[in-house]
């Protein structure tokens, strides 16, 4: 793997990390660090633990080994510094919430328990709102937004967590292209402030032009680092082509003997 | 005086601890039932409800009296242990959460039917009245019963106001809720031990074999009237009390007949009037819907054969017998005739004996309606590369629905063509 400089007060330390779904490992010991105020796609194929990785870093998984650091605290020391955008199909678009409610949830890791929002707090939501385009529909049921306008509201309603670094699961799916590029535009001017954000992306065309740093993985680490460095055709060769299928053959293995994948 | 008025003026103590009971159970029991209906757990209501009976039998065999203190304390930890045990047998094993719950359902409610009959048969003194919990007790509530239940009832509906922004956020996303910094695991503790407590309490009226109706049913009937969850349970409540109340009513004016199913039958019937008669969500009004269609789309179509029997002789304006009309197209000729009826009525055609033709509005709404099939066939030749033997249908359909705005993008699109695929002039 290519070894890179140490980064100075990193927004991410992920160490040793690995990751098993019904005792298979689904990521193999994962180290990495990404600068303060940087735009960093998560690249690599279907299955590759994309999604996995932000998870685990958000501690919404068990880790089966290592641990992940945010601006050198544990996850639980620094919540309110960090962001999230989950995947699109993960939540019930029929419940029966308005685009504002869903953004207000934004707010309620500041608001703390059994308090009611301020009109600050609506004022943040709407703000945010506005940001993504989607003010005029504040007050629209969520069942009837399209695809891309549920996506931008997931997005409104992590920018209304007003945090430090933010990660996003997909947040690409089903926007169109113009859309695709107001976010981009918003998350650099997010990036040109210092905050971090991490992308799980798909689209390899748009890699070079979109992110700062990438990730390369499939079920390991293939690569990270600065795009102009990392983002070649031989490293992509390895991330897509070159599938480990002695890799997953031990996992499955673990798996069906009922191994402990730890002593 | 007439029963209802004597029931209304709650004269009688006895009326009012029935009534006052009901109204308090039903109504706690649909607040905290609206979150496990909306975090699509409902069967779990009924696991709950089913599970608490050997711990009702267990609190009364081991403390030997029937303070409810004991039986509650039982029922919850049973309730409890069968919620635990579908949780581990659907994460530890390749069995599905529908066939976990059915499991653990009719385990423990079997082993708790076991242990009532055992301690029926013993000949213990204090043990009537524990059948009670099958089927509920509603009509023999006395006073301290109230104050356990309003208690009860008032603890609920506090909790569930106090949390609601948090129970909301983790119904919804529970992902979110953690990854926000939420103590999610203590809340669903503290949710589920509302819908424990509400089972318990709620089992006393209406019995644990009927108790997930009173929890779930009056959410259920909310979401046929609103898309807001503040307004659903408003109205889960007011469900679950008014039918509280009418089934208090219904056993007070019928002796004989008892509270509990009474209730549930409120409810189910209130769920079945949604079910038929909501707005936008009710099977009448698709129905209602349905039938516009295909009556506009049967009316337009007359419109478009009169306008197309025009086009040769471009007059558009001759009077027709309805069997020129059923030459060119075949419609039934009952239905044809009250299509010409109502566009009769709406302006669109002139009547004069049996002949009728079109009016320049009548005139005007056809063209468009065949303007829109020829764009539409051009449009699928063009840009979607469908034979043009294939793009009739197609554009049957989509002429009669297709949005003004819409209508000029595909105008736009295709720059005004003069004529479609198979050569027809396109009409502007």
Known sequence: ??????????????????????????????????????????????????????????????????????????????????????QRESVDW??????????????????????????????????CLKKVGMESFANRQIAQLSGGQQQRTFLARALAQQADIYFMDEPFAGVDAATEKAIISLLRTMTANNKTVIVVHHDLQSVSTYFDWVILLNTRLVAYGPTERIFTQEKLQETYGGKLTLLSDVGDLIRRENFPNRE | MSSFTEFFSFADPNVRYVTIGAVLITASSALVGTFTFLNKKSLLGD?????????????????????????????????????????????????????????????????????????????????????????????????????????????LMTLTLLFFKEFTLMVFDRNYAVALGLPVKKLELLLTSMIVLAVVVGIQAVGVVLMAAVLITPAAVARFWTNSIRIMFVVAAITGAFSGLAGAYISYTAPSMPTGPWIVIVISTLALASFLLAPTKGVLNRFLKQRRFRRTIQDENVLKVLYQLGEGSKNFYIHRY???????????????????????RQGYLEKSGELCSLTEEGKNRAKRVVKIHRLWELYLTTHVNIAPDHVHEDADTIEHFLTPELEADLERILNYPVVDPHKAEIPY
């Open chain 2, 47 to 155: 696991a709950i409800a089913h599970a608490v009976l050997p711990g009702i039998c267990l609190g009364f065999l081991l403390s030997g009296t029937k303070n409810p203190l004991y039986l509650i304390l039982g029922a919850f930890v049973t309730g409890w242990l069968s919620l635990y045990a579908i949780q581990y047998i659907t994460t530890k094993s390749r069995i599905k959460e529908d066939t976990a719950i059915g499991l653990i359902l009719s385990v423990f409610f079997g082993f708790g039917i076991l242990l009532l009959t055992y301690i029926q048969k013993s000949g213990n003194a204090n043990q009537s009245g524990l059948d009670h919990f099958l089927f509920g007790k509603a009509a023999s509530m006395v006073a301290a019963d109230i104050i356990t239940f309003s208690v009860v009832a008032v603890c």
């Open chain 2, 322 to 344: 309805a069997e020129e009309i059923i030459r060119k197209r075949n419609f039934n000729k009952q239905s044809l005739m009250r299509s010409i009826q109502r566009l009769c």
């Open chain 1, 1 to 86: 793997m290519e070894a890179v400089n140490a980064v100075k007060a990193p927004a991410l330390e992920v160490h040793d990390l690995t990751v098993a779904f019904d005792r298979k490992p689904v990521l193999w010991n994962i180290d990495l660090e990404i600068p303060q105020g940087k735009l960093v796609g998560i690249i690599g194929p279907n299955g590759a633990g994309k999604s996995t990785l932000i998870k685990s870093i958000m501690g919404l998984l068990p880790l089966s080994s290592g641990y992940c650091k945010l601006f050198d605290e544990s996850i639980d020391k620094v919540r309110h510094r960090i962001s999230y955008v989950p």
């Open chain 1, 94 to 127: 029929d419940f029966p919430v308005s685009v504002l409610d869903v953004v207000m949830m934004g707010r309620y890791g500041k608001l703390g328990l059994l308090k009611r929002p301020r009109q600050a707090d609506i004022d943040v939501a709407m703000d």
